[in-house]
T-cell receptor, first 111, second 112 residues
Framework: ELKVEQNPLFLSMQEGKNYTIYCNYS?????LYWYRQDPGKSLESLFV?????AVKQEGRLMASLDTKARLSTLHITAAVHDLSATYFC???????????FGEGTQLTVNP | DAGITQSPRHKVTETGTPVTLRCHQT?????MYWYRQDPGHGLRLIHY???????DKGEVSDGYSVSRSKTEDFLLTLESATSSQTSVYFC???????????FGPGTRLTVT
């Protein structure tokens, strides 16, 4: 059974600082997805990582995937308040068609 | 906007009553999913569909059934609602080329 663990689960940081969210998973997979959820809203796709070594960047967020270590990171550079949200990673099962989600990291960026 | 709607958006019902939630897509995607979201659990897969009349169970399927008689509609039914099924329910779709999923707006269900 695929297990996906995110840490930290709660992250409070100051504007302008850098930080990394980690996503570990338990079985082999080459595909991983990051989503963002604002309070009371739906999930929005951020990044699609489809192979070992994949790196994607959008604004102050950068995601990477190391399939050998079964680890993905979401790096936040010079955080701003607008990044406050809950971030989920989701791993594609080897059989395809299904994703297993992590518990989510609730990020709060303080002025 | 991935062309996904969910209805109703909010519902309050009593324990023991049947409830059906509807997910509708306009994109003609093959895969459709139902999740529930609860504090401390992230998103958990209830059921999914990989085509008309083709469905399979997810991680938390007990107490739920689904039907897909048309490509565009995926129905989730709680045969006899319980308080433990109070949750926010999300529908999602994917094309199946990658399994990147696009989510509907969600349905907040309260079972009293």
């Amino acid at each position: 059974e695929l297990k996906v663990e995110q840490n930290p689960l709660f992250l409070s940081m100051q504007e302008g600082k850098n930080y990394t969210i980690y996503c570990n998973y338990s079985t082999t997979s080459d595909r991983l997805y990051w989503y963002r959820q604002d309070p009371g809203k739906s999930l929005e796709s951020l990044f699609v990582l489809l192979s070992n070594g994949a790196v994607k960047q959008e604004g102050r967020l950068m995601a990477s995937l190391d399939t050998k270590a079964r680890l993905s990171t979401l790096h936040i550079t010079a955080a701003v308040h607008d990044l406050s949200a809950t971030y989920f990673c989701a791993v594609e099962e080897t059989s395809g068609s299904r994703l297993t989600f992590g518990e989510g990291t609730q990020l709060t960026v303080n002025p | 906007d991935a062309g996904i709607t969910q209805s109703p958006r909010h519902k309050v019902t009593e324990t023991g009553t049947p409830v059906t939630l509807r997910c509708h897509q306009t994109e003609n995607h093959r895969y459709m999913y139902w999740y529930r979201q609860d504090p401390g659990h992230g998103l958990r897969l209830i059921h999914y569909s990989y085509g008309v009349k083709d469905t399979d169970k997810g991680e938390v399927s007990d107490g739920y059934s689904v039907s897909r008689s048309k490509t565009e509609d995926f129905l989730l039914t709680l045969e006899s609602a319980t308080s433990s099924q109070t949750s926010v329910y999300f529908c999602a779709i994917s094309a199946g080329t990658t399994y990147e999923q696009y989510f509907g707006p969600g349905t907040r269900l309260t079972v009293t």
